[in-house]
Every structure is written in structure tokens, then in C-alpha cells.
T-cell receptor, first 114, second 113 residues
Framework: QKEVEQNSGPLSVPEGAIASLNCTYS??????FFWYRQYSGKSPELIMS????GDKEDGRFTAQLNKASQYVSLLIRDSQPSDSATYLC??????????????FGKGTKLSVKP | DVKVTQSSRYLVKRTGEKVFLECVQD?????MFWYRQDPGLGLRLIYF???????EKGDIPEGYSVSREKKERFSLILESASTNQTSMYLC????????????FGPGTRLLVL
């Protein structure tokens, strides 16, 4: 059974700090990695995708991928209270020719305190 | 922008009722998915479809069926609703070759009494 693991949290950081969210995955063949943000009562929205080893930056967000360690992380710089949400890590799960299947972690709840 | 809509945001049904949840997308995406999301269990895949009239079981298909008669519309059917099907139901779409990830609808919160 392919798995994606995340710490459930809650992760609490002060406003302005760096929040670090981590994710490990079991399938070495995974090629695509995504971070979604989900506010309470809302649906997940994509915030970052990463496909190659290394870092990818988008504004205050940086995704980091290490395929050898099967590890992907999300850093949020200058955290704001509006960043308080659950962050879902997702990994592609292409099998049987079916495309677009993702395996989701259960999410890490982030709380940014003013 | 991809737009995925779901027929209801909130729904209350009685045990034993047949329930239809509808998902419509306007971007001609080939693949569509139905998930349920419960606290502590995360997103669980119920069914998906990669073409009209095609369907594949996900991880938890029991008690559900689906219908995809048109490319833009993917329906989830609870044949006889039970209280353990109280959940948040999320529809998602995917198009191969574009930014290869899923786009979600707003969700339907279903309460079965």
C-alpha cells in the first residue's frame, strides 16, 4: 500500500516566523509532488508543485524535494495568521494506466499566532 | 481558470434514501474523482473516471456508485444512505499534459440522519 505520511500537528508558530511542514512517501517511482492548503470547511487548493530534486520558490513558499530520501517539505516564510490552515501533501500514483491519481497525506494543521 | 461546481454545499438526508451528488466542470478535463474527507482519516478515494461511461473503483467504493454520461458531469450515488456516510464529499478533476494535478470543487457536506 503506497503511503504519504505527515505529522498531524497542530504546528504552532508565531507570526513572522518560518513554518516548516514535512512529508515522506513510500513509492520510489513517484514523480510529481504537490502541496495543497485547506481552510476549515473549504476544499483543498493547490499552492505548490515540484517535480525535480532541490528547491522551488514561489513568493513566501518554498517546496523542497529529496527523492533519494523520499522526502518533500514546504517552508512558509514570514508566516501570517491567514496561513493558518491544514496543509496536505500529495504524490502522484500512476498505476494501471490511470493518470491523475494522487495519494494524499492526512494533513498537517498549522496555526500562526499573532 | 478551472471551475468545478458541486450541486449542493450542504445536504441533509434520511437513512435509506437514495442520494445524488453532482459535479460539473467547465474545462473539458478527462479525469474526474470523488473523495470523502473525514477528521483523522484524510481524503479517501471513492471512485474515479477517465472517460465518458468509464469508471474505476477507488479505495472505498462500497455503498456508492457513479455515473458519467457526459464528459463534464460526474455523479456520485448513495444507493441507500446510512449514517456512516455522513461526511464531506469532494469532487476533483484532472487533465493529462496540463499542470498535472487535481482541481477540487467546493465540497458537499452531507448529513445522514
Amino acid at each position: 500500500q503506497k503511503e504519504v505520511e505527515q505529522n498531524s500537528g497542530p504546528l504552532s508558530v508565531p507570526e513572522g516566523a518560518i513554518a516548516s511542514l514535512n512529508c515522506t512517501y513510500s513509492d520510489r517511482g513517484s514523480q510529481s509532488f504537490f502541496w495543497y492548503r485547506q481552510y476549515s470547511g473549504k476544499s483543498p487548493e493547490l499552492i505548490m508543485s515540484i517535480y525535480s530534486n532541490g528547491d522551488k520558490e514561489d513568493g513566501r513558499f518554498t517546496a523542497q524535494l529529496n527523492k533519494a530520501s523520499q522526502y518533500v517539505s514546504l517552508l512558509i516564510r514570514d508566516s501570517q495568521p491567514s496561513d493558518s490552515a491544514t496543509y496536505l501533501c500529495a504524490v502522484n500514483n500512476n498505476y494501471g494506466g490511470s493518470q491523475g491519481n494522487l495519494i494524499f497525506g492526512k494533513g498537517t494543521k498549522l496555526s500562526v499566532k499573532p | 481558470d478551472v471551475k468545478v461546481t458541486q450541486s449542493s454545499r450542504y445536504l441533509v438526508k434520511r437513512t435509506g434514501e437514495k442520494v445524488f451528488l453532482e459535479c460539473v466542470q467547465d474545462m473539458d478535463h478527462e479525469n474526474m474523482f470523488w473523495y470523502r474527507q473525514d477528521p483523522g482519516l484524510g481524503l479517501r478515494l471513492i471512485y474515479f473516471s477517465y472517460d465518458v461511461k468509464m469508471k474505476e473503483k477507488g479505495d472505498i467504493p462500497e455503498g456508492y456508485s457513479v455515473s458519467r454520461e457526459k464528459k463534464e458531469r460526474f455523479s456520485l450515488i448513495l444507493e441507500s444512505a446510512s449514517t456512516n456516510q455522513t461526511s464531506m464529499y469532494l469532487c476533483a478533476t484532472f487533465q493529462p499534459g496540463v499542470q498535472e494535478t487535481q482541481y477540487f470543487g467546493p465540497g458537499t457536506r452531507l448529513l445522514v440522519l
